[in-house]
């Protein structure tokens, strides 16, 4: 059984940054992508950003150039650097993995308002 945890969620103004942690545990394949979504008030759940087991990084048009996806292997754990955040990146922050199964963390509030 695999399980996510994340954390590093809270509030914070306009313009401000915030690091997002998700530690994955238990049976994990040697090869797997880690990544993050999020899921605005009223919206579907959507791609932030993507890593491979490669370090090859997918990013959404929305937060190119302002947020940074990257892992440790050795910790089972990726992170999601936000910089330069705006009301609309308000959002729950969910971390996934993707093995041979998809994993889901419990999700992480992220709220930016001054």
């Known amino acids: 059984q695999v399980q996510l945890v994340e954390s590093g969620g809270g509030l914070v103004q306009p313009g401000g940054s915030l690091r997002l942690s998700c530690a994955a545990s238990g049976s994990i394949s040697s090869r797997y992508a880690m990544g993050w979504y999020r899921q605005a008030p009223g919206k579907q759940r959507e791609l932030v950003a993507l890593?491979?087991?490669?370090?090859?990084?997918n990013y959404a048009d929305s937060v190119k150039g302002r947020f940074t996806i990257s892992r440790d292997n050795a910790k089972k754990t990726v992170y999601l650097q936000m910089n330069t955040l705006k009301p609309e990146d308000t959002a729950v922050y969910y971390c996934q993995l993707i093995a041979n199964y998809v994993y889901w963390g419990q999700g992480t509030q992220v709220t930016v308002s001054s």
């Open positions: 890593i491979s087991s490669g370090a090859n990084t």
